[in-house]
């Protein structure tokens, strides 16, 4: 079965920083391009990174650029976000998927930044 968990939310006063994890199982890992979304409370879900197969190039959307930064790990079937000077409006349930998103939803990790 393949899926991806995330791992690493958490409440964080603004300015703050955590990182995330999101573990790939039961798939090619390296072969697929993995993307973080976010879900903010009465919001659609959106897409904030995503990181290529091979050399690894990046993509950030506007509203997080320059704080957050995107890396893998594929002996460790992992990708991280890395999350820095965090602000009351990075507050959502983040997620991973492909950068396609064709698999289905895990449960996400909660992040809140709040003082």
């Known amino acids: 079965q393949r899926q991806l968990v995330e791992s690493g939310g958490g409440l964080v006063q603004p300015g703050g920083s955590l990182r995330l994890s999101c573990v790939a199982s039961g798939l090619t890992f390296e072969r697929y391009a993995i993307g973080w979304f976010r879900q903010a409370p009465g919001k659609e879900r959106e897409g904030i990174s995503c990181?290529?197969?091979?050399?690894?190039?990046?993509y950030y959307a506007d509203s997080v650029k320059g704080r957050f930064t995107i890396s893998r790990n594929n002996a460790k079937n992992t990708v991280y976000l890395q999350m820095n000077s965090l602000k009351t409006e990075d507050t959502a349930v983040y997620y991973c998927?492909?950068?396609?998103?064709?698999?289905?939803w895990g449960q996400g990790t909660q992040v809140t930044v709040s003082s």
């Open positions: 998927n492909t950068n396609t998103a064709d698999l289905p």
């Open positions: 990181i290529s197969t091979g050399e690894g190039s990046t």
